[in-house]
């Protein structure tokens, strides 16, 4: 099994940053990708940036250009700037992992990120 721990989010006035991270732990064997998905209330759930290996990063249309998702060396921990926010980023964020050898979904519990003034 994996786990995984998010952190951060949280209130914040039109414009502004946050940032998210999540760690993973657990049975990590293979190569696996991490990102962020996020669902607002009455939407559908969402890509907002992923992370694979050899560096390759994707956005979400809504996003690009004003998040930033990076990942450490070692590679459980993955982080996302959020800049420039507004308020339809309003919405639960949650950590996804997939291992890319058995295609194993993992999901975080989801974080609370609200941008309103």
């Known amino acids: 099994q994996v786990q995984l721990r998010e952190s951060g989010g949280g209130l914040v006035q039109p414009g502004g940053s946050l940032r998210l991270s999540c760690v993973a732990s657990g049975n990590i064997y293979s190569r696996f990708a991490m990102g962020w998905y996020r669902q607002a209330p009455g939407a559908e759930r969402e890509l907002v940036a992923m992370t694979f290996t050899g560096g390759v990063k994707r956005y979400g249309d809504s996003v690009e250009g004003r998040f930033t998702i990076s990942r450490d060396k070692g590679g459980d921990t993955v982080d996302l700037r959020m800049n420039s926010l507004l308020p339809e980023d309003t919405a639960v964020y949650y950590c996804?992992?997939?291992?890319?050898?058995?295609?194993?979904?993992?999901w975080g519990q989801g974080t609370q990120v609200t941008v309103s003034a």
């Open positions: 996804y992992l997939v291992d890319l050898a058995t295609r194993t979904d993992y």
